[in-house]
Nanobody, 118 residues
Framework: QVQLVESGGGLVQPGGSLRLSCAAS????????KGWYRQVPGKRRELVAH???????TYADSVKGRFTISRDDGKNTVTLQMNSLKPEDTAVYYC????????????WGRGTQVTVSS
């Protein structure tokens, strides 16, 4: 089993920044793709950013140029730096990890709330 725990969410004003972190523990051997997804009530969970074990990244069009995903496999963490935040970025953000290089991984964190509001 793999456990994922997110941290760093909160309330921020439009234009501000937040840094989300996801700490992974458990049987991590073979884990490849890691990503961040977000969900608002009544809508499907959507991909925000993804990173492979080789460092290849994918971003949703809505966050390109504003968000950056990174990973530190020595510390078993994946981080999402979010800049120039907009009210439409408000959502619960979930960490995800799996054994495939791409695609939605099997493991999920419980999520952290990000609210962008003045």
């Amino acid at each position: 089993q793999v456990q994922l725990v997110e941290s760093g969410g909160g309330l921020v004003q439009p234009g501000g920044s937040l840094r989300l972190s996801c700490a992974a523990s458990g049987r991590l051997s073979g884990i490849d793709g890691k990503g961040w997804y977000r969900q608002v009530p009544g809508k499907r969970r959507e991909l925000v950013a993804h990173i492979t074990s080789l460092g290849r990244t994918t971003y949703a069009d809505s966050v390109k140029g504003r968000f950056t995903i990174s990973r530190d496999d020595g510390k078993n963490t994946v981080t999402l730096q979010m800049n120039s935040l907009k009210p439409e970025d408000t959502a619960v953000y979930y960490c995800n990890a799996g054994y495939e290089e791409y695609g939605v991984g099997y493991y999920w964190g419980r999520g952290t709330q990000v609210t962008v509001s003045s």
